[in-house]
């Protein structure tokens, strides 16, 4: 066998060398990575250092609380913290209110919404109506909630309420109308309170006077029908009747006795043996007055003692009821709920929206996240493929 005998003939063509230019970093990037991830955050660098328009933030704080609140217990603050609190409630209640087209009817009549959400050189993703949104009145009434935040620290019971406006003093003065509009609600809630208890109160009041009066006119029919003020004053009086004739009764048996011991057939014994029977005829008819058959006074002063029950405790209903009426009107006298400002809404000199850093570094953040997922899928998916 005889050794491999290699000889020169020329240059190497170039085809066969590995003298290549070296490809640009850019050729190398993956075009999937380009459309995922460079084009979206490209465009957020766009957007929000060149097209965003800055919006203005007026803040302002405050609390609502009742008058006569007293300092709540561990158990209140745990219920509190649980939203069982009754002023929480009552926050909530103009946490409401400003969301609500009521408060939108209310920044409506004072503003021109269409220019203040939309002022001339506001860029068309930050201005209403959008490219995708009409300018109808449901339209501008979900456009002007995106300009409204408000949230409440459960802790403090704080209530913040966030206002964004192209313009510094147009985003102070739609917070400064909310904020009345949620005192006015306020107001009003103390109003519709105090009439409900005064009108519940007067109408007890109403009752009571006209079961007493029904009561009284029962009596006085009574007293008519049986010709006597009072029965228990008729009942004494018979009773004490009927003590002193049986008085006089014991007496004249005392004296027929003596008489009987003396001279037995004195003629003075019939006499008053006819006095006897006389004060006991006149003793048996005036029991029977009082306690007999259904004419008697017995029947008579129970129902005048049933009218005179009736009546009396009617008259305690009116005194009740007077005071109750009386306690209301005083109550609804003070106001029980309050709104302080604990915070007056700001004028901003500063816009602080929209935080463009933030955003942008968001987008990139969420379409590398995007792009790793899809990668991990798709490598997946080939090595599967090649199993």
């Known amino acids: 066998m005889t050794d491999p005998n290699l000889t020169y003939l020329g240059p190497i063509p170039k085809a066969l060398t590995y003298d290549k230019k070296p490809t640009p970093w850019w050729k190398r990037v993956p075009l999937a ?66 969301t609500s087209r009521d408060a939108f009817n209310d920044v409506s009549r004072q503003f021109d919404l269409p220019k203040v959400l939309a002022p001339a050189g506001a860029d068309p993703f930050s201005r209403f109506p959008r490219p995708w949104e009409k300018r109808t009145n449901e339209g501008y009434f979900k456009g002007f909630q995106r300009f409204i935040d408000i949230g ?66 029962q009596l006085t029919g ?23 004739l049986l008085s006089t ?48 006074l ?13 009546r009396e405790f009617a008259d305690r209903e009116l005194t009740a009821a007077t005071a109750a009426l009386t306690n209301a009107e005083a109550e609804a006298r003070r106001q029980k709920l309050y709104l302080d400002r604990i915070v007056a809404p700001s004028t901003p000199d500063e816009a602080s929206e929209p935080h463009r850093l933030v955003a942008i570094l968001t987008v990139l953040i969420s379409t590398l996240l995007a792009y790793s997922l899809g990668w991990f899928i798709w490598a997946g998916a080939r090595e599967h493929r090649q199993d």
């Not at 043996?273 to 004060?279: E, F, L």
């Open 249 to 296: 009764v014991a007496q004249l048996r005392a004296e027929r006795a003596q008489v009987m011991g003396e001279a037995p057939s004195s003629p003075q014994l019939p006499i008053i043996n006819s006095r006897i029977a006389a004060y006991e005829g006149q003793i048996a008819r005036e029991r029977a007055k009082i306690a007999g058959d259904s004419g008697s």
């Open 152 to 217: 409440y620290d459960s802790s403090t019971g704080i209530t913040t309420l966030r206002v964004e406006a192209f313009s510094p003093r147009e985003a102070r003065a739609m917070t400064e109308t909310l904020l009345v509009g949620s005192e006015s609600l306020i107001n009003r809630m103390n109003e519709r309170s105090a009439g409900d208890a005064i009108k519940e109160a007067t109408e007890a009041r109403d009752r009571a006077r006209q079961r007493l009066s029904e009561a009284q006119q």
């Open 33 to 98: 990575f380009i459309i995922v991830v460079v084009v979206p955050t490209v465009l957020a660098v766009i957007y929000y250092l060149i097209i965003a328009s800055p919006r203005y933030v007026s803040e302002t704080m405050f609390i609502v609380r009742a008058a006569n609140a007293s300092q709540p217990s561990s158990l209140g603050f745990a219920l509190e913290g649980v939203g069982l609190g009754t002023t929480q409630s009552d926050a909530f209640a103009v946490h409401k209110y400003v």
């Open 298 to 310: 017995a029947p008579k002063l129970s129902a005048y003692e049933d009218l005179s029950l009736n």
């Open 222 to 244: 009574f007293r008519n029908r049986e010709q006597f003020i009072d029965p228990e004053t008729t009942a004494t009086e018979s009773t004490r009747l009927i003590g002193g």
